[in-house]
């Protein structure tokens, strides 16, 4: 019998030990987490609206973090900041009015006119008014999946660096995916 209350007492201890240092090792583990804007492309990388919401904000990648700005709503064709849907002044992904190679994608408040009418289709997700056209226009990254890239239009190639899956409020780019 005494023996069974010293090894009850030794799984006790080992127990209470095991459980203190769980913690010390997740906190020194999670201090070796390199910083969001440092971490490769190895994990998918999302459209993001900065934390900037007045017109002419350039639309970026950056890596999925959950962030507010990394978050939209698709409403009757609108791409909408979630953090601003809603709002006195919703923000939306804006094609300006150039339908060039390159052309910048920025936010513009919602006022739904042809800069803002987006089509998703086959994981492209292209302006509205060029879907009849020779040249539909699709958002782009290039080849770059680094943080800060600009977003873009470029004729629709059915290309990686224009598939996007759109999922819990994220778009992401497909090539990013694991």
């Not at 769980?22 to 906190?27: E, G, M, T």
């Not at 070796?32 to 007045?54: F, G, I, Y």
């Not at 408040?109 to 994981?123: D, E, F, K």
Request: glycine share 6%; proline share 3%.
């Amino acid at each position: 019998m005494l023996l069974a209350r010293h090894l009850l007492a030794g799984v006790a201890v080992a127990v209470v030990s095991a459980s203190t240092v769980l913690p010390a090792a997740a906190a020194t583990a999670a201090a070796h987490l390199p910083a969001p804007d440092t971490l490769t492309h190895d994990a998918p990388v999302c459209l993001d609206a900065t934390k900037s919401r007045t017109n002419g904000t350039k639309v970026q990648l950056w890596q999925c973090v959950g962030n507010a700005n990394q978050r939209f709503v698709i409403d009757n064709g609108l791409i909408k900041v979630e953090d601003t849907a809603g709002t006195a002044t919703p923000m939306c992904l804006d094609a300006t009015k150039s339908r060039t190679n390159g052309a910048q994608v920025q936010l513009w408040q919602c006022v739904s006119n042809t800069n803002q009418l987006w089509v998703i289709r086959r994981g492209e997700i292209v302006i509205k008014d060029t879907i009849d056209t020779a040249s539909p226009m699709c958002l782009d990254v290039g080849n770059s999946r680094a943080n800060g890239t600009k977003v873009r239009l470029w004729k629709c190639m059915n290309n990686a660096n224009q598939k996007f899956v759109i999922y819990d409020g994220k778009i992401k780019l497909q090539d990013t995916l694991a």
